[in-house]
Nanobody
């Protein structure tokens, strides 16, 4: 069992930045990992993902603004979010998966508002 705990969310003005962190209870070296977000009444959507070989993929809506990274030694996943927009307001979840395994964190709220 892998435990994931997101942190770093909060209230930020449009144009601002936040860095989300997701430390894991074990090494993520063999896992792919990603960040997802969800707003009430909508499905959870992929924001960014990173493979176990560090290839990355981003939703079109965040390309050029968000950066996903991982630190296998520190067992953590990160999401640097710049130029934030009100449309980025959501609960952000981290996820780690490999063959036969799928783990989610509990989520952290990000609110972009003036």
């Amino acid at each position: 069992q892998v435990q994931l705990v997101e942190s770093g969310g909060g209230l930020v003005q449009p144009g601002g930045s936040l860095r989300l962190s997701c430390p894991a209870s074990t090494s993520l070296f063999s896992f792919a990992a990603g960040w997802y977000r969800q707003v009430p009444g909508k499905q959870r959507e992929l924001v960014a993902e990173i493979t176990n070989r560090d290839s990355t993929n981003y939703a079109d809506s965040v390309k050029g603004r968000f950066t996903i990274s991982r630190d296998n030694a520190k067992k953590s996943l990160y999401l640097q979010m710049n130029s934030l927009k009100p449309a980025d307001t959501a609960v952000y979840y981290c996820r780690a998966w490999s063959a036969g395994y799928n783990y989610w964190g509990q989520g952290t709220q990000v609110t972009v508002s003036s």
